[in-house]
Nanobody
Framework: QVRLVESGGGSAQPGGSLRLSCTSS????????MSWYRQAPGKQRELVAT???????NYVDSVKGRFTISRDNVWTRVYLQMDNLKPEDTAVYYC??????????WGQGTQVTVSS
């Protein structure tokens, strides 16, 4: 059973930074793509960033140049470094584990609030 544990959410002022971390267990982590999603109140969950098993990355346009996704295959963690935060980044952020034995997995979510 895959388990994802997220940490690092919290509050920041506009222009500030936060770093999210997601620790995975129960799969061959290095073989799967990992992603971060977010969901703001009243909005659909959206894909923020993905990192493939080979390390290639993709970002939604709204965070390009501000957010960086990375992974550590030794510690089976994926990170989301969020810089130059904006109020519109406020959301619950979810770690997503790519398909493993037929299904995807989600973390519990961590709140990120950006306000002055």
């Amino acid at each position: 059973q895959v388990r994802l544990v997220e940490s690092g959410g919290g509050s920041a002022q506009p222009g500030g930074s936060l770093r999210l971390s997601c620790t995975s267990s129960g799969s061959n982590f290095r073989l799967v793509a990992m992603s971060w999603y977010r969901q703001a109140p009243g909005k659909q969950r959206e894909l923020v960033a993905t990192i493939s098993s080979s390390g290639s990355t993709n970002y939604v346009d709204s965070v390009k140049g501000r957010f960086t996704i990375s992974r550590d295959n030794v510690w089976t963690r994926v990170y989301l470094q969020m810089d130059n935060l904006k109020p519109e980044d406020t959301a619950v952020y979810y770690c997503n584990h790519g398909s493993w034995r037929g299904r995807e997995y989600w973390g519990q979510g961590t709140q990120v609030t950006v306000s002055s």
